[in-house]
């Protein structure tokens, strides 16, 4: 066994591209840590997301920080910025996605229990609030990541990353579509 390089690592990425057909999308609401807006960049990036909304006070994907964290892969997503949350929810709405906040809150569903056919647009919010009532009212559908450990919550960038993940699972374990 050895490690993919060149030739091959793109045809194994090819392959599970051609299993991807769904569009996926990321609401940032107030995500400050250029470090996690980088993260998750390059997380989008590697699992095909194609829209980034950005909201709030959410850092810049071009912050030198966000940067050197998502290693120029913001050049794969169409990235764009809004002041105010309703602005934002009705541009992915118009946009053809379905709202799914990621959040622990009361009624929320766990990831591996939650629809994510389709067009699917995952809301996750600031790393010490979360995501704000408002938002969380926008949404159609609201899930969280069970957890097992004595920690109550995952950091933003990680909790994007399984989710994004899921949505990917999900879809590649549904069988072949037909026609």
């Keep these: 066994m050895q490690q993919l390089r060149g030739t091959d690592l793109k045809r194994l990425h090819r392959s599970w591209r051609r299993r991807s057909s ?16 980088g993260a998750i960049v390059r997380t989008a990036a590697a699992l095909g997301v194609g829209q980034l909304y950005l909201v709030g006070a959410s850092a810049s994907p071009r912050n030198a920080k966000a940067q050197k964290t998502a290693m120029g892969t913001d050049r794969y997503l169409d990235v764009q910025t809004f002041g105010e949350l309703d602005e934002a929810v009705a541009k992915a709405r118009a946009d ?9 809150a009361s009624e929320a569903v766990p990831t591996h229990e939650t629809d994510f056919s389709g067009s699917v647009c995952i809301a996750v919010g600031n790393e010490d609030r979360g995501l704000s009532v408002e938002c969380l009212a926008a949404c159609d559908a609201v899930t969280y990541i069970p957890q097992l450990g004595r920690v ?22 549904a069988g072949p579509e037909t026609d």
Excluded at 26 to 36: A, D, K, R, T, W
Excluded at 155 to 161: I, K
């Design 96 to 104: 053809g996605y379905r709202l799914v906040g990621l959040e622990i």
């Design 22 to 37: 769904s569009r996926v999308a990321l609401l940032l609401e107030s995500v400050q840590s250029p470090f996690n807006v």
């Design 152 to 173: 109550g919550s995952l950091n933003v960038a990680t909790a994007v990353a399984v989710c994004c993940y899921e949505v990917r699972r999900q879809e590649w374990t």
